[in-house]
């Protein structure tokens, strides 16, 4: 059983190397954006409580995203293969939140995949993909958020012994390669 979070700027290969990771080892791939979008459509209370946020523009606040999140962890296939989790947690609270919900499913983490890409790679990276809201303005800005928000459980992860820090540049196959390393697979 597997349960890894995936850490990373915006454009580091998270999703990539989470959805390659998940495939490859029968392992469910929970993307946060996925859950939300899901629990809209299924209307459940928390998609429901979420898509008010959403139809606003809003960011979804951490209580209801952390809802979703361990209405997901709480199902069959997360507790008989384990799980890997990317986009969330992005702070420093959702981080204590998933420590003590996996404590209570009795699911704790093995480790955090960190994927480490400098900051003019995403964003030759994130312009390269051509999406209209992706000028590099935008794009550092997103960079200075994860920063703020999101690099502190870098450290919150590492002192916890668990961080594995991945260089996210580079072929993709090899990339994948050394996180299967890190991760203890038999690639």
Known sequence: MLKVVFLGPPGAGKGTQAVRIAEKYNVPHISTGDILRAAVKE?????????????????????????IIRERLSQSD???????????????PQAEALDKMLAELGLPLDKVVYLNVDDEEIVKRLLARGRADDTEEVIRNRLEVYRKQTAPLI????????????????EIDEITKKIEESLGLNG
């Open 78 to 92: 997360v507790r008989e293969r384990g799980f890997i989790l990317d986009g969330f947690p992005r702070t420093l």
């Open 155 to 170: 450290d919150y992860y590492s002192e916890k012994g668990i961080l594995v820090e991945i260089c996210g540049v580079g």
């Open 43 to 67: 209307g459940t209370e928390l998609g429901k409580l979420a898509k008010e946020y959403m139809d606003k523009g809003e960011l979804v606040p951490d209580d209801v995203i952390i809802g």
